[in-house]
């Protein structure tokens, strides 16, 4: 679990969607300002292109593109 203020009751909490969704479909945070959005923050992987890159970082980068791309609030629009 996140150690946020808002679980604690401590506060409004600006919180990314996929992060906070769990918390906000169990009742533990209430949405709030729903109609203020903030811009989309873009996610870069970066890594030396010139490198070798191991099975197991591509495995991440291929795993974190489709964890991203399957989330309604984070596929790209």
Do not use: C
């Amino acid at each position: 679990m996140l150690a946020w203020p808002g679980l604690a009751g401590l506060g409004v909490v600006h919180a990314l969607t996929f992060s906070a969704a769990t918390h906000v479909q169990g009742g533990a945070l209430e949405t709030v300002l729903s109609d203020w959005v903030s811009d989309p923050v873009p996610v870069f992987v970066a890594y030396q292109p010139n490198r070798h890159l191991s099975a197991k970082t591509r495995v991440f980068i291929d795993w974190l593109a489709e964890l991203f791309a399957s989330n309604e609030s984070t596929a790209k629009r």
